[in-house]
């Protein structure tokens, strides 16, 4: 059948790299090699392929004649040394000894001969169809250092579940994917971690305005992410994001870089990807910026020494804690030494097709140490799974026993050893649960000096010394934002592109800014608060309303107790004359009603007052229109009368007639006094009538005051005001009678005062607010009743009292008599 009779894309691998193994094995006694009991493979790109490879026919690329990656070469040598120990020491794995296949991976997707050499013997892959033989003595894998390079080999091991200890890859793939790759683990802590501490330097300084370069790469990619989600939580902007690699117009970037004015780039590359990048910086004169170089070139040797380095500005880096590791120096020196004596027909030997006689030891110390404790512990973590395999116990392990990958691999998970004083565990991921970083600062002196650390959780610690820092330009902590803080009282109004890039605007009168909780919108006050232009805070409004106190309100009082006691008087002095012409034509007994009703008025001066209530409101206003009212109507009655008596009489005597009869007068106030009772009471159900804070008049005030409807008092003053109307139309009828008889024209006089006072008074309304308004509302009610009582009251007291031969019965019958001849004639 055609589906038996195909083969997996592993396996077809597999058969490929039958044809490239045998030119690829090392030479025994290469530094590449070592036999022992057991082998553990290793990848390490000594070499590095620096641009993108083109050929016109399938070859394998010559590691050889790339670029020398010194301190890939450190690591490697590491390894080499790792080994070496485990074999030296007598507590583990004793009496076994471990061998090495290792492989110089120099580009990540062109160099897989070395990966079929680690899973085959004498040039055969695994069979097709014998999934459970595994012919290499290879138990586990250390390497790859890209993480481009892990997702394109780490396929091959997964299959054989082959463990593979990456001491470089760190892209997230590796945690999230666990199924994928299930024999998958590494040393070196993951993107996320590396960029959390990236994310703790940029809070420390309070750089939000970045930009953020990448290699475009698996690795790079995965940072930018990562960084991108993790800063969504803070109020850190990405200004710009470039991915870089080996055709990148640097010129370009930095231009960018500029127009964006940002001041702080971090760099996630590897080595090689930030050297080209940091010397085109110097070439260009790109300076003054804040560098923050990730943990793969912070370590850098040679770009601190760079000449014109210093220009560029400040260079932090996030980067492993220099561990110290016993033996290794004298391992190199001993190691070069014994290169150095072989002969030119032995130098092929040193690796695999290159010759590293000019290397010394102190070449290889003074490389980037950059993972070198991930390469160390990596080696460890399977030496101690194999030790647990085997057995081993007490000085010996089982021997004779065949020991696959998968059961390393099933010890691997179960790490738990201590190694320089660090406990080595994995998650469940693989993923390392050990370590630290330092923060690291390009001193002047050309080397990356030690300020600061961060501990990674449970016991989580984070501390920068900025006092150690050199900082370029003025020597103070530069600067990175889009806009800078808004001043006090100002809100932040934000462009919509970029949270970080905002304008200050002013908050308004009546509003404030609190810009702990809420930097971007300016919150009103409450009615009892107020603020000024630009507050930070609300102010408690200070109340007001008319105190008793208050000079202008004791000058009131005393003019209505004044007025009452001038009414009270009146009142008597009439009583005591009631029978006199005087009072008689003054009205009668309708004197004593009008005098009552003034009084009346008068008292509700007492309610404008104090702080308002419900009941002053009413009392303030209701029993001084009805009572004022009914005055008016007496007036206006009376007018009508002295018009009626003087020429309506003589002229229709039938209606002067009916008008006595039947109590024209009382019945006209009666019903008026009813009307207005019966529109008072609607104003006070629909006028609502009630005591109100006023808080539109001042920023700082509340003003107590009484809140009508206008449709309550409508209709009460609509017909209080169309009886003097009419009263002043019925007065003025009357101003040609008799020169010593004339009520009408002192009523009109007191009318055409009445309707001044007013007028001033609406006219005072409309222009100013607050309680000079209810002083005023009250001084006008007051000089209202004074009108009457002055003008027409008054001068009645006068004659009683100083002119009393006008106050006699036949002083007024002449009066009436001349007048009646002069208007018959």
Excluded at 559 to 586: D, E, K
Excluded at 592 to 607: D, E, K, P, Q, W
Excluded at 806 to 825: D, E
Aim: charged share 15%; hydrophobic share 40%.
């Amino acid at each position: 059948m055609r589906t038996s009779a195909m083969m997996s894309c592993s396996d077809s691998l597999r058969v490929i790299g039958v044809l490239i193994l045998t030119s690829l094995a090392p030479v025994s006694g290469s530094e590449f090699q070592l036999d022992g009991d057991y082998l553990i493979g290793g990848l390490f790109d000594i070499h590095h392929v620096s641009g993108p490879v083109d050929h016109g026919r399938p070859e394998t690329i010559r590691c050889s004649s790339q670029p020398l990656i010194l301190s890939s070469y450190r690591r490697f040598q590491l390894m080499r040394f790792s080994v070496e120990q485990i074999n030296n020491s007598t507590d583990l794995l004793p009496n076994v000894s471990l061998g090495y296949d290792i492989f110089d991976h120099c580009s990540d997707v062109h160099t897989f001969a070395g990966i079929f050499s680690l899973i085959s013997v004498n040039g055969t892959v695994r069979p097709l169809g014998k999934a459970n033989k595994n012919l290499s003595k290879v138990i586990a894998i250390v390497g790859t250092y890209t993480s481009t390079e892990t997702l394109t080999v780490a396929p091959v091991f997964m299959m054989d579940l082959i463990p593979m200890v990456s001491y470089g890859a760190a892209t997230s793939i590796f945690s999230i994917k666990k199924k994928n790759f299930p024999s998958f683990f590494r040393t070196v802590h993951p993107n996320k971690d590396v960029i959390e501490v990236i994310l703790n330097i940029l809070l420390h300084f309070d750089w939000r305005w970045v930009s953020f370069l990448y290699v475009n790469n698996d690795y790079g990619r995965d940072g930018q992410e990562t960084f991108i989600n993790r800063i969504k939580e803070t109020e850190i902007c990405l200004a710009y994001t470039r991915g870089l690699d080996y055709d990148t117009n640097y010129q370009q970037v930095f231009r960018q870089i500029n127009i964006q004015k940002v001041q702080v780039i971090i760099v996630f590359a590897p080595e090689w990807t930030a050297e080209a990048l940091i010397k085109s910086a110097i070439n260009l004169n790109f300076s003054n910026k804040v560098w923050i170089a990730g943990d793969a070139w912070a370590l850098n040797k040679k770009l601190p020494q760079q000449t014109g380095i210093r220009n560029i500005g400040t260079v932090l880096g996030v980067a492993e804690p220099r561990r110290q590791i016993p033996g290794f120096w004298k391992f190199l020196d001993s190691s070069r030494s014994q290169t150095n004596n072989k002969t030119n027909e032995q130098q092929n030997l040193c690796n695999q097709a290159f010759d590293c006689t000019d290397l010394s030891a102190e070449n290889i110390m003074a490389a980037d140490p950059s993972f070198s404790f991930p390469v160390y512990s990596a080696v460890y973590a399977i030496a101690h799974a194999l030790h647990n395999v085997l057995q081993c116990g007490e000085g010996t392990c089982t021997d004779n026993m065949r020991v696959y990958p998968h059961m390393v691999l099933a010890e691997m998970k179960k790490s738990n050893f201590t190694l320089l004083n660090e406990r080595i565990l994995f998650d469940e991921n693989g993923d390392p649960t050990f370590g630290s970083f330092s923060v690291v600062f390009w001193n002047h002196s050309g080397f990356a000096q030690d300020i600061g650390f961060y501990n990674f959780p449970p016991s989580f610690k984070f501390f920068i010394n900025s006092s150690k820092i050199q900082w370029h330009g003025n020597g103070e902590i530069p600067v990175s934002v889009c806009s800078p803080e808004c001043p006090a009282g100002y809100a932040k109004q934000s462009d919509k592109i970029q949270q970080c890039c905002f304008k200050c605007l002013i908050c308004p009168k009546g509003t404030y800014i609190n810009s702990t909780e809420n930097p971007s919108d300016c919150i009103s006050c409450a009615e009892t608060e107020w603020s000024a232009e630009g507050s930070t805070s609300c102010s408690l409004r200070t109340v007001e309303y008319l105190l008793f106190t208050d000079i202008k309100v004791i000058v009131l009082l005393v003019g209505t107790c004044v007025l009452v006691a001038i009414i009270i008087a009146v009142c008597v002095l009439f009583t005591i004359n009631y029978n006199s012409p005087v009072v008689r034509s003054a009205g009668g007994p309708m004197c004593f009603l009008i005098l009552g009703c003034l009084a009346l008025c008068s008292v509700s001066v007492f309610f404008y007052f104090g702080k308002p209530t419900t009941l002053f409101c009413i009392l303030r206003l209701f029993p001084c229109i009805l009572f004022f009212t009914v005055s008016i109507a007496c007036f206006g009655v009376r007018s009508f009368q002295i018009v009626c008596i003087f020429k309506i009489g003589a002229k229709f005597p039938k209606i002067h007639c009916w008008w006595v009869k039947y109590h024209g007068q009382w019945l006209t106030i009666a019903v008026t006094f009813v009307v207005q009772c019966i529109l008072i009471i609607f104003g006070t159900l629909y006028g609502n009538p009630k005591a109100h804070g006023e808080t539109s008049w001042y920023k700082d005030k509340i003003v107590f005051i009484c809140d009508v409807k206008i449709i309550g008092l409508a209709a009460s003053l609509a017909f209080l005001w169309s009886l003097c109307c009419l009263s002043f139309i019925f007065s003025y009828m009357g101003k040609d009678l008799p020169k010593n008889y004339n009520e009408a024209k002192s009523i009109t006089f007191c009318l055409v005062l009445l309707f001044l006072t007013w007028i001033f008074f609406a006219t005072h309304y409309l222009l100013n607010h607050g309680n000079v308004i209810t002083a005023h509302s009250a001084l006008s009610v007051l000089l209202s009743i004074y009108f009457f009582l002055m003008w027409y009251f008054l001068p009645k007291c006068y004659i009683i009292i100083f002119q009393p031969q006008k106050n006699t019965q036949q002083y007024f019958q002449g009066l009436i008599q001349t007048y009646t001849k002069t208007i018959s004639q």
